[in-house]
C-alpha cells in the first residue's frame, strides 16, 4: 500500500513561517513533490526533492529524509494569497504518482 | 506560456452512459497522465501513458476506464459505463520526460453523473 500523511488544516499569521510536514510509506521512491491547489483548481507545482537535503526556491523550501520517510515544506513571510490546500505526492516508480490528503493553510492577517 | 488545454469543463451525464474527456498536452511532452479528484478528496492518480502505451495505472482504472492518443495532439480517457462514484474533477497532466520533476496539469474537467 501507499501511506502519506500530512495534518489536514493549519493556520498562520501574515508575514510569519508556516512548515508543513509530509511523512510515507511507500512501495517505491523516485522523488517526493510538494503541489499548491486553491480551491477549484488545479495542482500547481512548488518543489521536487529526490536526495536527502533542503531545496530552496524563494520563498518556499522543501526537505526531504529518505531514510525517515519524512519531508517538509517551509513557507516564509506568508501572504494571504499563500492560503491553499499544499499536497505532498510522491513518485513510488517511474511513472506514477501518490498524493497525499492535502494540508489546507489558512493565513490570517 | 504552454499549457495544458481540456475539455470540457464541466460534463453532465446519465449513470451508464458513456464518456470521453480531452485533453491537448503541451506539444513537446510526451508523457501524459489522468488523475481524479472526488470533491473533498485526493488527488488520485489514475494512468500513465507513453509511446502510445500505458506506463503505470492504479488500481481504480480497471476495465471500464481506457486512455487513447488519437492524434498528434489529443489525449482523452473514457469512461464506457458511468457510476454515481465516477463524479469527480479529472485533471490531465504532462510532462516532457519521466524523470521531469514538474508535471503540468490542465484546469481540468468536472463530470457529474446522474
Known amino acids: 500500500g501507499q501511506n502519506i500523511d500530512q495534518p489536514t488544516e493549519m493556520t498562520a499569521t501574515e508575514g510569519a513561517i508556516v512548515q508543513i510536514n509530509c511523512t510515507y510509506q511507500?512501495?517505491?521512491?523516485?522523488?517526493l513533490f510538494w503541489y499548491q491547489q486553491h480551491a477549484g483548481e488545479a495542482p500547481t507545482f512548488l518543489s521536487y526533492?529526490?536526495?536527502?537535503g533542503l531545496e530552496e526556491k524563494g520563498r518556499f523550501s522543501s526537505f526531504l529524509s529518505r531514510s525517515k520517510g519524512y519531508s517538509y515544506l517551509l513557507l516564509k513571510e506568508l501572504q494571504m494569497k499563500d492560503s491553499a490546500s499544499y499536497l505532498c505526492?510522491?513518485?513510488?516508480?517511474?511513472?506514477?504518482?501518490?498524493f497525499g490528503a492535502g494540508t489546507r493553510l489558512t493565513v490570517k492577517p | 506560456e504552454p499549457e495544458v488545454t481540456q475539455t470540457p469543463s464541466h460534463q453532465v451525464t446519465q449513470m451508464g452512459q458513456e464518456v470521453i474527456l480531452r485533453c491537448v498536452p503541451i506539444?513537446?511532452?510526451?508523457?501524459f497522465y489522468w488523475y481524479r479528484q472526488i470533491l473533498g478528496q485526493k488527488v488520485e492518480f489514475l494512468v500513465s501513458?507513453?509511446?502510445?502505451?500505458?506506463?503505470?495505472k492504479s488500481e481504480i482504472f480497471d476495465d471500464q476506464f481506457s486512455v487513447e492518443r488519437p492524434d498528434g495532439s489529443n489525449f482523452t480517457l473514457k469512461i464506457r459505463s458511468t457510476k454515481l462514484e465516477d463524479s469527480a474533477m479529472y485533471f490531465c497532466?504532462?510532462?516532457?520526460?519521466?524523470?521531469?520533476?514538474?508535471?503540468?496539469f490542465g484546469p481540468g474537467t468536472r463530470l457529474t453523473v446522474t
Open positions: 497532466a504532462s510532462t516532457f520526460d519521466s524523470q521531469s520533476y514538474e508535471q503540468y
Open positions: 506539444s513537446n511532452h510526451l508523457y
Open positions: 501513458f507513453y509511446n502510445n502505451e500505458i506506463s503505470e
Open positions: 511507500t512501495s517505491g521512491f523516485n522523488g
Open positions: 526533492n529526490v536526495l536527502d
Open positions: 505526492a510522491v513518485r513510488p516508480h517511474n511513472n506514477d504518482m501518490r
